[in-house]
């Protein structure tokens, strides 16, 4: 067990029997009042956001989480098979738990998955990932004075807008946080 004053952003904890991770958490002294920590949590099991106030002093138990970097191997149905770099042990992952940028995991990229004990609890892809456009509209000769863009569909199938003078065969790189275009690969 830990003490509210031991909780800081990105904190795993165990609340009403359900696993949380703490997404913003402020300390508030409001007038004459006792102080408090105002907390908003992502529930993991179901996703859904949860706001509560700790009393300041309050035991709150604190869950050991480990990260590993893994090897993303393929996809099968709902779950994304990685492999651990050391015990070469394969390991089926969620699809879930990656959220949106699932659909940018290229064959060998590098993924970090938070377990706790054997269960894996969360997953990030790489922040930004080369992909190759597979099909985009031609790209015309003097059209970059405007920030216009156009969809491209890139070798995972994914499908994002990119501006108009990248062309289909291009290696680009991608934004899996936001989804979105950052520049060309040289």
């Known amino acids: ?54 009393r300041s002093g309050e035991l709150v138990e604190v869950v050991r989480v480990d990260f590993k970097t893994m090897q993303y191997i393929f996809a099968e149905n709902d779950f994304i098979v990685c492999m651990d770099g050391e015990t070469f042990e394969q390991v089926y992952i969620p699809k879930t738990l990656f959220g949106a940028g699932a659909q940018f995991l290229k064959e060998g990229c590098e993924v970090k998955i938070a377990f706790e004990g054997d269960d894996p609890i969360t997953a990030e892809a790489p922040t930004f990932v080369e992909l190759e456009i597979t099909y985009t509209e031609p790209g015309v000769k003097g059209d970059t004075a405007t920030n216009t863009l156009k969809p491209a569909t890139l070798e995972t199938g994914a499908k994002i807008m990119v501006p108009l003078f990248v062309n289909q065969g291009e290696k680009i790189r991608v934004d899996t946080r936001t989804m979105t275009y950052n520049d060309r690969v040289k």
């Open 1 to 54: 067990m830990a003490d509210t004053g031991d909780i800081n952003i990105g904190s795993f904890i165990r609340y009403n029997g359900e696993l949380c991770q703490i997404l913003e958490y402020q300390h508030r002294t409001p007038g004459n009042l006792r102080a408090f920590y105002q907390a908003k949590m992502r529930n993991l099991k179901n996703g859904k956001l949860v706001e509560n106030r700790f």
